[in-house]
């Protein structure tokens, strides 16, 4: 018996000694997909020799004679540092997701296809002038160039998703950028979860007032009244009832690819307002935090007209050029302009044949074609896509259609981005190449979608701004002025074409000598166009006019930076006096040391501090405690949370939203206001223990780079997640969105994905930051090392000077004409 245990422990010894080897083997088999810094490589259609030097921090250096070979140039670092991310947008677009992660991603593919990014990128490529086509047919041949290149026995040619997957990635063909660009439309498309808030209220017997006190507006905005949506449709008012197998409104896309998210800052400001008597320009646009980050900096430096030029700044893996940045004369900077470019028809289908539908002329045929979508490890997923004269028709259970239309009726989008004439990506070589302001908005021209509010500055001291995409021009008879899907069979909601470049709001040089958005309303006054009346909340903006448009003292690059990371939260001080002086002296149970700090509290969401955690949670309780009895299962549709609701519940209106339906006493604010505390203090103390004194907002607001898909894969998300402590909130300048519905709630989801400040006396004391690093592999030491500069607030120096970039430089690469 000794002997055999003795045999068993050796051989148990011998099998973890395996174990250890296989783990190490893998490992270093794995690692062997971080690319080597130095190499060379032959390219066939390469004009001339490129070299490309990656700096200290992971930046390429694409040196090149033409700006066509700049671009293969592009496409093969795009590849070498960020494949799998590019796969992801590619399959994405293409509805392809489920070959890869099985039946969990049906609903996103379904939707892809049914909107047709990959046939509408295609016939979008043919509509492009041959200069475009000829560079992205170079940029893809870059990409291609690393698929293809030789690697040796022991090194893995791809990054570990493809290897933990089991995927291979196909040649790259030159239309397939094009779908990135659609689907940074689709992330920042807001227009549609507006108009779907509003017919859901309604269709739980809402009147329009009430609608209007949910679903708010600006209180600089005066709207004409909204059509009552309970009488508008033919149908009768009847509150949908969730179905009993489905506890919440069907997600819209299976990996939770980002959507209805918008918010951003830019301002420029002219010399006439700064030290230096030259411009300077600021820009952070907020997107959904993803590790790697959405953006990829890159230099591109090309030969033209005997000159060297440069553009340089974030680009956007799977597609060419420099989107955000600068180059020798010219800066510029987006933000979202939210304007509604987005509309839903309601389709009313003929009662003996599905497959027509009401027109204003009678009865017409849908489009229809049969779509089959691939399934791993499982049947292939048949579907028939339907367009009507509007657009696609959406599939029944987008967003919970299927709880909101009754029998007989569909719902069809019109959105801009699904033009098949899209020229966007055109527009991107004109900005690199643009000498001065006029020349920079005059590329816009190409410009379709999503719709960006543009600043720019010259070295010649001009300052301009343009809302930049195609707008669409509604009839005057139409009342609904696209708050709410429209009825398809009325031709007066129809849109009458598009507003004409030239009447878009553009300005140059004002008298003011600044120029600034972020996402709230941005027409001059007299403006006589429509572009939304759901425009982002104020709250940043208005921080923004106060920090850098009413500034006195003149301007400079520390002023600048010191705008960008501001962290004062006026919203949540509004809310803290509103909610404060409806509980009065009503305060039994609540520590009074704790209601002083919130009184003396000055607004800053500080990392180190515990109010600015308090008044977050508090914020959700209340959202919860006021409108969750009032719109049941329809919460989930504002449940992220939105301030302005809340707000306005303290005040005046068509009922009392504090009350709580399900109870038979009259509650006022003051109680629920009281009783939000008690739970908010209550559930803090559950998730963080100690007392409040110990709580930090930073602990609590993690800056959470998601990876996708293996945030969803816990033994997974540690190693590929990128998390960090970050301060700000949800209405600061230094943005940082949570999210109500997540877990953990108060995590930083969206945010600051790129910070840049630009100086035009000496472009090359420009600086920038993103959120994770350059790589996109977790075992490059470029994967995360960003991250803490980002959550510290601080930069990096945007130069393209040489001497600069080649001082301790980590490897070069060189490209080569194949012979």
């Given at each position: 018996m000794?002997?055999?245990?003795?045999?068993l422990?050796?051989?148990?010894?011998i099998l973890a000694?395996?174990?250890v080897v296989g783990?190490?083997a893998?490992?270093?088999?794995?690692?062997?997909?971080?690319?080597?810094a130095?190499?060379?490589?032959?390219?066939a259609?390469?004009?001339?020799?490129?070299k490309?030097v990656?700096?200290?921090h992971?930046?390429p250096?694409?040196i090149?004679e033409t700006?066509?070979d700049?671009?293969m140039g592009?496409?093969?670092v795009h590849?070498?540092?960020?494949l799998?991310?590019?796969e992801?947008?590619?399959?994405?677009?293409?509805g392809?997701?489920s070959?890869?992660?099985?039946e969990k991603?049906?609903?996103?593919?379904?939707y892809?296809r049914?909107i047709?990014?990959a046939?509408?990128?295609?016939?979008s490529?043919?509509?492009l002038?041959?200069e475009?086509?000829?560079m992205?047919?170079?940029?893809v041949?870059?990409?291609?160039?690393?698929?293809?290149?030789e690697t040796?026995?022991?090194?893995a040619?791809l990054?570990p998703?493809f290897?933990?997957l089991?995927?291979e990635p196909r040649?790259?063909?030159?239309?397939?950028?094009l779908?990135?660009?659609k689907?940074?439309a689709?992330?920042?498309?807001?227009?549609?979860h507006?108009?779907l808030q509003?017919l859901a209220l309604?269709?739980r017997?809402?009147?329009?007032?009430?609608?209007?006190?949910?679903?708010r507006t600006n209180?600089?905005?005066?709207?004409?009244?909204?059509p009552d949506?309970?009488?508008?449709?033919?149908?009768p008012?009847?509150?949908a009832?969730?179905?009993?197998?489905?506890?919440r409104l069907?997600?819209?896309f299976?990996?939770?690819?980002?959507?209805a998210?918008s918010?951003?800052?830019?301002?420029?400001v002219?010399?006439?307002?700064?030290k230096?008597?030259?411009?300077l320009?600021?820009n952070?646009?907020?997107?959904r935090?993803?590790a790697?980050s959405?953006?990829y900096?890159?230099?591109?430096s090309w030969?033209?007209?005997?000159?060297r030029?440069h553009?340089i700044?974030?680009?956007?893996?799977?597609t060419p050029m420099?989107?955000?940045?600068r180059n020798d004369?010219?800066?510029w900077?987006f933000?979202n302009t939210?304007?509604d470019?987005q509309?839903l028809?309601?389709?009313k289908l003929?009662p003996r044949d599905?497959n027509r539908y009401?027109?204003?002329?009678?009865?017409a045929?849908?489009?229809?074609?049969?779509?089959t979508?691939?399934v791993?490890?499982?049947?292939?997923v048949?579907?028939?896509?339907r367009?009507?004269?509007?657009?696609p028709?959406?599939?029944?259970?987008?967003?919970g259609l299927?709880?909101?239309?009754?029998k007989g009726?569909?719902a069809?989008?019109?959105?801009?981005?699904?033009?098949?004439d899209?020229?966007t990506?055109a527009?991107?070589s004109?900005?690199?190449r643009?000498?001065?302001?006029?020349?920079?908005?005059?590329?816009?021209r190409?410009?379709v979608a999503?719709?960006?509010?543009?600043?720019?500055?010259d070295?010649?001291?001009?300052?301009?701004?343009?809302?930049a995409g195609?707008?669409?021009?509604?009839?005057?008879?139409?009342d609904l002025?696209?708050?709410?899907?429209?009825?398809?069979?009325?031709?007066?909601y129809?849109w009458a074409?598009?507003?004409?470049?030239?009447q878009?709001?553009k300005?140059?040089?004002p008298?003011?000598?600044?120029?600034?958005?972020?996402n709230?309303n941005?027409l001059?006054?007299g403006?006589p166009?429509?572009?939304?009346f759901d425009?982002?909340?104020?709250?940043?903006?208005?921080r923004v006019?106060e920090?850098?448009a009413e500034r006195?003292a003149p301007?400079d690059m520390?002023?600048?930076i010191?705008?960008?990371?501001?962290r004062k939260s006026?919203a949540?001080l509004e809310?803290?006096?509103?909610?404060?002086r409806?509980?009065?002296?009503?305060t039994d149970?609540?520590?009074?040391e704790l209601?002083?700090?919130?009184?003396?509290w000055?607004?800053?969401?500080?990392?180190a501090?515990?109010?600015p955690l308090?008044?977050?949670?508090w914020f959700?309780?209340l959202?919860?405690?006021?409108f969750r009895?009032?719109l049941g299962?329809?919460?989930?549709?504002f449940a992220?949370g939105?301030?302005a609701?809340?707000?306005?519940?303290?005040?005046?209106?068509?009922?009392n939203w504090?009350?709580?339906?399900e109870?038979?006493?009259?509650?006022?604010c003051?109680?629920i206001?009281r009783?939000?505390l008690?739970?908010?203090?209550?559930?803090l103390?559950?998730?963080?223990?100690?007392?409040?004194?110990?709580?930090?907002?930073?602990?609590a607001?993690?800056?959470?780079?998601a990876?996708?898909?293996?945030d969803?894969?816990p033994?997974?998300?540690?190693?590929f997640n990128?998390?960090?402590?970050?301060?700000?909130?949800?209405?600061?300048v230094l943005r940082?969105q949570?999210?109500?519905?997540?877990?953990?709630?108060?995590?930083?989801?969206?945010?600051?994905?790129y910070?840049?400040?630009?100086?035009?006396?000496?472009l090359d004391n420009?600086l920038w930051?993103h959120?994770t690093?350059?790589s996109?592999?977790?075992?490059?030491?470029h994967?995360r090392?960003?991250?803490?500069?980002?959550?510290e607030?601080?930069?990096?120096p945007?130069?393209t000077?040489p001497d600069?970039?080649e001082?301790?430089?980590?490897g070069?690469?060189?490209?080569?004409?194949e012979?």
């Amino acid at each position: 018996m000794r002997r055999l245990l003795k045999w068993l422990l050796g051989a148990l010894a011998i099998l973890a000694g395996l174990a250890v080897v296989g783990t190490g083997a893998a490992y270093y088999y794995l690692k062997g997909s971080v690319p080597p810094a130095n190499g060379e490589l032959r390219i066939a259609g390469l004009g001339a020799p490129v070299k490309i030097v990656y700096d200290a921090h992971g930046v390429p250096h694409i040196i090149a004679e033409t700006l066509r070979d700049a671009a293969m140039g592009q496409g093969f670092v795009h590849a070498r540092d960020r494949l799998w991310q590019m796969e992801m947008f590619r399959i994405a677009g293409e509805g392809r997701l489920s070959e890869i992660f099985g039946e969990k991603t049906i609903a996103t593919d379904i939707y892809m296809r049914t909107i047709d990014i990959a046939g509408r990128s295609r016939r979008s490529y043919e509509r492009l002038d041959d200069e475009t086509k000829a560079m992205l047919r170079a940029y893809v041949a870059g990409i291609n160039a690393w698929l293809e290149r030789e690697t040796g026995s022991f090194r893995a040619s791809l990054p570990p998703e493809f290897l933990i997957l089991g995927h291979e990635p196909r040649p790259w063909r030159p239309w397939q950028p094009l779908m990135t660009v659609k689907l940074m439309a689709q992330t920042l498309g807001t227009n549609l979860h507006h108009e779907l808030q509003r017919l859901a209220l309604a269709r739980r017997g809402f009147s329009p007032s009430e609608i209007a006190a949910i679903v708010r507006t600006n209180k600089s905005e005066s709207p004409p009244p909204l059509p009552d949506l309970r009488t508008l449709y033919g149908w009768p008012v009847k509150q949908a009832q969730m179905h009993p197998h489905r506890k919440r409104l069907a997600k819209p896309f299976g990996l939770s690819w980002p959507s209805a998210a918008s918010a951003s800052n830019n301002w420029v400001v002219a010399g006439s307002r700064t030290k230096t008597g030259k411009v300077l320009l600021a820009n952070d646009p907020h997107l959904r935090l993803g590790a790697p980050s959405i953006w990829y900096a890159v230099h591109l430096s090309w030969q033209e007209e005997g000159r060297r030029r440069h553009a340089i700044g974030m680009s956007l893996p799977s597609t060419p050029m420099v989107v955000l940045g600068r180059n020798d004369r010219v800066a510029w900077g987006f933000t979202n302009t939210g304007a509604d470019v987005q509309d839903l028809y309601i389709e009313k289908l003929h009662p003996r044949d599905p497959n027509r539908y009401k027109t204003p002329e009678g009865w017409a045929e849908f489009e229809r074609e049969k779509i089959t979508i691939k399934v791993k490890d499982a049947e292939d997923v048949t579907f028939i896509r339907r367009q009507s004269r509007h657009g696609p028709i959406l599939p029944t259970r987008y967003a919970g259609l299927d709880r909101l239309l009754p029998k007989g009726y569909v719902a069809a989008i019109r959105w801009t981005a699904l033009a098949d004439d899209d020229t966007t990506i055109a527009a991107l070589s004109r900005m690199a190449r643009a000498r001065n302001v006029e020349a920079y908005i005059e590329a816009q021209r190409l410009f379709v979608a999503p719709m960006q509010s543009m600043v720019v500055g010259d070295v010649d001291g001009n300052i301009g701004f343009i809302t930049a995409g195609r707008l669409p021009l509604r009839k005057a008879e139409n009342d609904l002025m696209g708050r709410a899907p429209a009825p398809g069979w009325d031709g007066r909601y129809d849109w009458a074409g598009f507003l004409p470049f030239d009447q878009l709001v553009k300005i140059v040089n004002p008298p003011s000598g600044v120029l600034y958005s972020a996402n709230a309303n941005i027409l001059p006054p007299g403006y006589p166009h429509h572009y939304t009346f759901d425009w982002t909340k104020d709250f940043r903006q208005e921080r923004v006019r106060e920090l850098v448009a009413e500034r006195k003292a003149p301007h400079d690059m520390a002023s600048m930076i010191s705008a960008q990371t501001d962290r004062k939260s006026k919203a949540l001080l509004e809310l803290r006096d509103k909610a404060l002086r409806a509980i009065g002296n009503k305060t039994d149970g609540i520590p009074v040391e704790l209601l002083s700090a919130l009184r003396r509290w000055d607004g800053e969401m500080l990392r180190a501090r515990p109010e600015p955690l308090i008044m977050i949670a508090w914020f959700k309780a209340l959202q919860e405690a006021i409108f969750r009895d009032d719109l049941g299962e329809d919460y989930a549709r504002f449940a992220k949370g939105d301030i302005a609701m809340v707000l306005g519940a303290f005040e005046a209106g068509p009922r009392n939203w504090c009350d709580n339906r399900e109870t038979s006493a009259i509650e006022d604010c003051g109680g629920i206001a009281r009783r939000a505390l008690e739970a908010a203090l209550a559930g803090l103390e559950k998730r963080y223990g100690g007392s409040w004194q110990t709580w930090r907002w930073g602990r609590a607001h993690m800056a959470h780079g998601a990876h996708r898909p293996f945030d969803n894969v816990p033994p997974l998300a540690k190693w590929f997640n990128v998390l960090v402590e970050s301060g700000g909130g949800p209405y600061t300048v230094l943005r940082g969105q949570t999210d109500f519905r997540k877990e953990p709630p108060f995590h930083n989801y969206h945010a600051s994905s790129y910070r840049g400040v630009f100086d035009l006396s000496d472009l090359d004391n420009s600086l920038w930051i993103h959120t994770t690093g350059q790589s996109g592999n977790p075992l490059s030491p470029h994967y995360r090392d960003l991250a803490p500069l980002w959550a510290e607030m601080k930069y990096l120096p945007m130069t393209t000077k040489p001497d600069a970039y080649e001082a301790n430089a980590e490897g070069v690469w060189l490209l080569r004409p194949e012979r």
